[in-house]
């Protein structure tokens, strides 16, 4: 399962606006598990899905293309 934790500086404030935090989350979330199975073992795969998804959901909801880190922590 897929449980992304964003972090943004200066795009929105998550205490103010959780639903932009939740619905960024949930772009990722979507983007990670509609790739095929072996796209998801590939870590590059699934930055790009991830780096893509917030930076789309970002735009959508507030506006603004802003640069994307993605770091990936497999457990």
Known sequence: PC???????????RDV???IAHEVE?????AVED???P??????DVREAARLA???SIRALC???????VHLVRV
């Open 26 to 30: 949930d772009a990722v979330t979507a």
């Open 63 to 69: 506006g603004k293309r802003p640069q994307i880190d």
């Open 54 to 56: 917030v930076r789309r």
């Open 3 to 13: 449980s992304p934790m964003v972090a943004v500086n200066g795009v929105y404030d």
């Open 39 to 44: 796209r998801r073992r590939n870590d590059d």
């Open 17 to 19: 606006e959780p639903e």
């Open 35 to 37: 790739l095929p199975k």
